[in-house]
């Protein structure tokens, strides 16, 4: 159980950015060209339309989280009409972008019921051709991760640590943070306080928004922010969360969900606002599944191990 003081952390998904940095950084540096294979899914369930993110892992196949391509069932049931898209904006205009031709969620997440606990929300989208003037994201699977320097990319709403998310989604905006823990640890917050994240997997890696410069905020690891400081939002779901390794930029995991240290020390909930933070499912241990779907030549050097809903955006389509 992951407890506080005998609370709970309270899960959303829900970028939102320092109040003291402009935007245009953000928007910026998710344009780097190490970010072009980020791009954003759309998709309709019933009469609703969604938007979420993803990444192009090879030319047809594109990486993004289990509750993004789930359906009604978590096994993809309901799903019609998704696409991928790339560039700076999503206009909103209907039939934008590749369409795919399959989606598939893990296997695991689909038997779990959608637990996010259980670090297994991924997903892959076929698209019915392929993408050719994009760079597909490296893939890594053995850097060791904590307290590294993670950029974060995707469509997802956005506003300020003050004022949490204020925004439509549809924007590709970056922003940096530390991987602080992951599943299963026992961790320090800003004020000293213990925060236990028993019972959740060591697949999920976790960020904290950290406020300048009020270190009691911080919910776990350093409680000083980087200098483009970030938070996921709804909408960036599958998005992908980067790293710079030997001078490569590499994909390491997958926007899952955003969560809230409990009342009172949290009063506002999962709403982007500091002191929240993100939970990023490692693709490091499913190596051997997104290879043998996609059929990504497996990198050198590497041995890997098999492991045996929201923050979608809704979107008004135009008429």
């Known amino acids: 159980m992951v407890c506080l003081l005998g609370g709970s952390l309270h899960v959303s998904q829900a ?11 953000y928007t910026s540096l998710a344009q780097q060209s190490v970010y072009d294979s980020v791009g954003f899914l759309t998709w309709s369930i019933g009469s609703s339309g969604y938007i979420a993110s993803g990444t192009l892992i090879a030319p047809n196949w594109v990486l993004t989280a289990g ?17 991928f898209g790339m560039g700076p904006t999503y206009n909103g205009i209907d039939g934008t972008g590749i369409s795919a031709t399959r989606w598939i969620p893990y296997g695991g997440w689909s038997s779990s019921g959608g637990n ?32 590294l320097l993670g950029t974060s990319v995707g469509y997802g709403r956005s506003g300020t640590g003050l004022t949490g998310m204020n925004t439509d989604p549809g924007t590709k905006r970056a922003g940096q943070n530390l991987i602080d823990a992951q ?6 917050m800003g004020n000293g306080g213990l925060l236990d994240l028993d019972g959740i997997s060591p697949t999920v890696l976790f960020y904290d928004f950290d406020k300048p410069p009020e270190s009691v ?3 776990m690891g350093s409680t000083a922010p980087v200098a483009l400081e970030y938070l996921i939002g709804s909408g960036d779901s599958g998005g992908g969360l980067f790293i710079e390794v030997g001078g490569v930029t590499k994909l390491v995991g997958v926007s899952s969900f ?62």
């Open 258 to 319: 955003l969560a809230s240290l409990p009342y009172p020390l949290d009063t506002t909930g999962p709403n982007g606002d500091y002191g929240d933070l993100a939970g990023v499912v490692s693709v490091q241990s499913f190596g051997s599944w997104i290879l043998q779907v996609t059929g990504v030549p497996e990198p050198s050097g590497l041995s890997l191990l098999l492991l045996g809903l929201s923050g979608l955006a809704i979107v008004r389509r135009r008429k």
């Open 183 to 188: 599943g299963g640890m026992l961790t320090t």
């Open 15 to 25: 970028g939102t950015i320092r109040n003291d940095v402009a935007d245009s950084f």
């Open 116 to 147: 996010l606990w259980a670090g297994l929300d991924l997903g892959l989208v076929e698209l019915s051709q392929p993408v050719i003037n994009v760079t597909p994201a490296v893939l890594d699977f053995s850097t060791p991760l904590l307290g």
């Open 67 to 83: 509750h993004v391509v789930g359906g009604t069932n978590n096994y993809g049931t309901g799903v019609s009409g998704m696409t």
């Open 217 to 219: 905020l911080s919910s």
